[in-house]
């Protein structure tokens, strides 16, 4: 596995439905013990924009006349991979066809979804390292609606606050609109990763990692980055699988 643990998200307008799977999912140590719920499609859709998750789990039937799973899949831009977890199974070809990897039951068994969420998270590091490429440059618009680009080593840390995100170099800063995801989509992914949710690190550009903080290398060693509960422990697996893959 790539990642000491695989954040989730769930979509369900009945959370209630889910202790069953929810006690299951906590009990498998792949998976992230802070598993996001969420009732409502435009949550998902907000929640997705700014934070890290690995396998979005999507009831079918969301209570909503407009928007059942099968749409909500079709909308989000650049989805993480999808599974379907519903009581009904008339859904399961048309989540086919919309993306959705794979489906299981609300009352599948625990060593049926152990194996389940095995194969998918497998399957998540497949496509994490199809992600693993080469990107030299970006091109993105600033504040500004000038169109700059940046070198991606040259990098050393991305910030987001209210849909803005400052892109720090060693001694320049770039200010575009957007969120974080999107940005940690188009770059490597064995060469960033999150210690917070709303920070994303170049790992080359680390100097330094100690319990809850990190260093950057000069000239951006001015003040610590904090790590979160959350997030600290895969950004330090990372780090680590980066190191041994960069000796």
């Known amino acids: 596995m790539n990642k000491l643990n695989y954040r989730v998200l769930i979509v369900d307008d009945e959370p209630s439905s889910l202790v069953y799977v929810l006690m299951s999912l906590k009990e498998l140590p792949f998976i992230n013990e802070d598993i996001a719920i969420v009732n409502k499609p435009v949550q998902a859709i907000e929640y997705l924009k700014?934070?890290?998750v690995d396998i979005l789990i999507l009831?079918?039937?969301?209570?909503?006349a407009d928007i059942d799973g099968i749409k909500l899949a079709k909308l989000i831009p650049n989805p993480p991979l999808m599974v379907a977890c519903s009581a009904h199974t008339d859904?399961?070809?048309?989540?086919?066809?919309?993306?959705?990897?794979?489906?299981?039951?609300?009352?599948?068994?625990?060593?049926?979804?152990?194996?389940?969420?095995?194969?998918?998270?497998?399957m998540v590091d497949k496509r994490l390292d199809?992600?693993?490429?080469?990107?030299?440059?970006?091109?993105?618009?600033?504040?500004?609606?000038?169109?700059?680009e940046i070198e991606v080593?040259?990098?050393?840390?991305?910030?987001?606050?209210?849909n803005k995100i400052d892109i720090f170099m060693a001694e320049e800063a770039y200010r575009c609109g957007g969120n974080l995801r999107a940005l940690q989509s188009e770059l490597p992914v064995a060469k960033f990763a999150r210690p917070r949710r709303n920070t994303l690190v170049n790992l080359a550009k680390v100097d330094l990692v100690r319990t809850d903080e990190l260093y950057l290398?000069?000239?951006r060693n001015t003040f610590p980055i904090l790590m979160t509960r959350s997030y600290k422990e895969n950004f330090k697996h990372?780090?680590?699988v980066y190191k041994q893959n960069n000796k």
Request: aromatic share 14%; glycine share 2%; hydrophobic share 35%.
């Open 50 to 52: 700014e934070n890290e």
């Open 59 to 64: 009831d079918m039937d969301l209570g909503d």
């Open 91 to 122: 859904y399961v070809f048309k989540a086919n066809e919309a993306g959705i990897y794979t489906y299981f039951s609300k009352k599948i068994s625990f060593n049926a979804l152990k194996a389940k969420m095995e194969d998918v998270v497998e």
């Open 217 to 219: 290398m000069k000239p």
């Open 130 to 148: 199809v992600k693993t490429r080469d990107v030299k440059s970006l091109r993105m618009k600033s504040l500004e609606n000038k169109m700059i």
């Open 238 to 240: 990372q780090y680590e």
């Open 153 to 162: 080593d040259q990098i050393y840390y991305a910030f987001v606050d209210d």
